[in-house]
């Protein structure tokens, strides 16, 4: 399998402070990988930084070979082909729905107004959103928004979708909906990096769980490595904390 | 007395009136118009993010110096002022005769290009961060984020803040009588010379802008409806294979 995104000793500072600190990381073609750990502990800052809303402060990230924090790299070109489905939707609150997965396309990948709605009726069916095209984002529930975000991502056929806690702010009832679709992207083969906390949707569908803890990888493996026989005590801390907690619910 | 000049007034100067509003009306329009376009350009370009190319930087920030003190010249100074200094500045120092319509219409423009360019400045900054993150994950650099999400969004939320100022334009195209445009202040001037009344004259221009004013704050609020859009969407009843859910798919597995 061929590397998509190459992270080498990849650093954030905000200030004074350190957020990330010497990450390596890699993402293969065809890979589903979840980052987990708790708040704070900089894994929506290393997503963020992957696709250069965050500008990294030190470090490389190589993408098909190429350093993207050359100067030289055209950094528009280069997000086009990473999709991100964020926390809070962030629809384009001024289009409809099948605008929303159309626009980019069309003014960003310069394809025709009946290629991209085709491209976007495609996507959109696969969220089962095909039947609400024309309602605004305002008029959607949490999880039919979120469902046409992930549909807006892959409309930019994108080399990796990135998720960055795409269901922490959703109704309980609405979680369910959201991870059915990340499931059946994760089965048709697409690259998927997703900063998570569901650990029941990490263990069964990640071919690899990269913890982190601090700024820093603790620890990355398969997910029966990772929760079933972690190695760093701050891992299974973590796990145990959170297990917890989900008990509790 | 009062009531018979009130009505002679309008039967004998009635298409001085006119002639008046009409011009009063072209110069807040055509003003309001290209000064919201001014105020648009200036807004977004005093919200272009720093760059890290020190070249660039230097050249935003004599800009940005140079567009603060446009707007602090033209929000700090009175228009009937401007007027006088425009019009006949560029008289004596250009040696420029400029048609007394186009010193309105510039007068007015700058003036409320001056005024929006706060007011879309505000308004950019109020639009949620999420929005310029997505444009920007989809691959949009600032200028198409501005053109394709964030404006329009602005120009919605901002439309009543511009309707203000096309209000307060017709009132105020009134101070270019000074340089003699043929507005519906001077023109009411023109028939207290003829008539030697003051009040009727003046009665009939107030009832005039009146009617202009409200009339435009209902197009306005017309404006901003259709903007809206309609409350309810249409669902399209797909056939069988579109309405599978994911959920019933995962039922089915």
Request: proline share 3%.
């Amino acid at each position: 399998m061929d590397n998509i995104i190459e992270v080498r000793h990849l650093s954030k500072w905000f200030g004074e402070n350190e957020i990330l600190r010497d990450i390596d990381f890699t993402v293969k073609r065809g890979e589903v990988v979840c980052i987990i750990g708790a708040s704070g502990s900089g894994k929506s800052t290393l997503l963020r930084c992957i696709n250069l809303l965050e500008k990294p402060s030190g470090g490389e990230i190589i993408y098909h070979g190429k350093n993207i924090l050359d100067n030289k790299h055209d950094v528009y070109a280069y997000r086009s082909k990473l999709g991100m489905v964020f926390q809070q939707f962030n629809l384009f609150n001024n289009y409809n729905v099948l605008k929303n997965c159309t626009i980019g396309q069309m003014k960003v990948l310069h394809r025709s107004k009946e290629e991209a709605e085709e491209v976007a009726m495609k996507f959109l069916q696969v969220v089962g959103m095909d039947q609400y095209i024309n309602a605004k984002p305002s008029q959607l529930s949490g999880g039919q928004k979120q469902r046409v975000a992930i549909a807006r991502a892959m409309s930019m056929e994108p080399d990796v979708l990135m998720f960055d806690e795409p269901t922490s702010a959703l109704d309980p009832e609405m979680v369910g909906e959201v991870l059915n679709v990340m499931q059946g992207l994760a089965k048709s083969g697409l690259t998927m990096l997703v900063v998570t906390h569901e650990m029941g949707f990490a263990s069964e569908v990640a071919d690899r769980v990269v913890f982190m803890d601090k700024g820093v990888i603790a620890e990355e493996g398969t997910p029966k490595e990772i929760f079933n026989n972690p190695k760093q005590d701050r891992t299974k801390e973590f796990l145990r904390r959170i297990l917890r907690e989900n008990k509790a619910e | 007395m009062t009531g018979k000049w009130f009505i002679k007034v309008i039967v004998d100067y009635w298409p001085m009136f006119l002639r008046g509003a009409g011009v009063t009306l072209y110069i807040s329009i055509i003003g309001t118009i290209i000064g919201a376009m001014i105020g648009l350009i200036i807004g977004t370009i005093r919200t272009i993010p720093t760059s890290d190319n020190s070249l660039k930087r230097g050249f935003l920030r004599i800009v940005n110096g140079i567009l603060t003190a446009y707007v602090e010249i033209f929000r700090g100074t009175p228009m009937i002022v401007q007027s006088m200094v425009i019009y006949y500045g560029s008289l004596l120092v250009f040696n420029i005769d400029m048609d007394k319509m186009f010193a309105g219409i510039f007068i007015v423009s700058i003036n409320t290009g001056a005024y929006t360019a706060e007011i879309v400045r505000g308004g950019i900054i109020s639009i949620d961060k999420g929005q310029f993150e997505a444009a920007h994950a989809i691959g949009m650099n600032h200028g198409k984020t501005m053109l394709y999400v964030v404006l329009p969004q602005v120009i919605r939320n901002i439309l009543p803040a511009i309707g203000n100022e096309f209000v307060i334009n017709i009132k105020d195209t009134s101070v270019l009588n000074v340089i003699s445009v043929t507005e519906l202040y001077y023109q009411t001037s023109s028939v207290t010379g003829n008539t030697f009344r003051f009040f009727e004259p003046f009665l009939v221009a107030s009832i005039v802008y009146l009617v202009m004013t409200v009339t435009v704050t209902r197009i306005l609020r017309f404006i901003e409806k259709k903007m809206d859009g309609p409350e309810n969407f249409i669902v399209i009843p797909g056939n069988q294979m579109q309405v599978a859910r994911p959920e019933d798919v995962a039922k089915k597995r």
